[in-house]
């Protein structure tokens, strides 16, 4: 289904070291106070794929072609996020989308 693929997806970015550029860019984005947008954090993802730049820019351009940029600043509720307490009460658990940097 395609919150498991898009938890995959985020856990291999945020774990793998061949994706530290991309965390590193994370970082220094959200430090700055600038947007992290699709757009602007393909381009760490050089490594993904055997194809390099052309994966880059398809992904640049699928995200351009499918309005996604629309979802640059949404946020998954806590019914998508099944590891997540849902009440105040609750311990804290790490939720597996986001990543601490």
Request: charged content about 20%; cysteine-free.
């Amino acid at each position: 289904n395609i919150l498991d693929a898009t938890r995959a997806y985020m856990l291999n970015l945020n774990a793998n070291r061949a994706y530290g550029g991309l965390r590193e860019r994370r970082q220094q984005r959200r430090k700055a106070g600038k947007a992290l947008t699709g757009v602007a954090l393909t381009e760490e993802l050089l490594g993904y794929s055997a194809i390099g730049n052309r994966y880059v820019k398809a992904l640049k351009s699928l995200i351009r072609a499918n309005q996604l940029t629309a979802l640059n600043t949404a946020k998954l509720g806590e019914s998508f996020m099944p590891n997540t307490p849902k009440t105040a009460d609750a311990p804290k658990q790490a939720n597996p989308l986001i990543a601490s940097n």
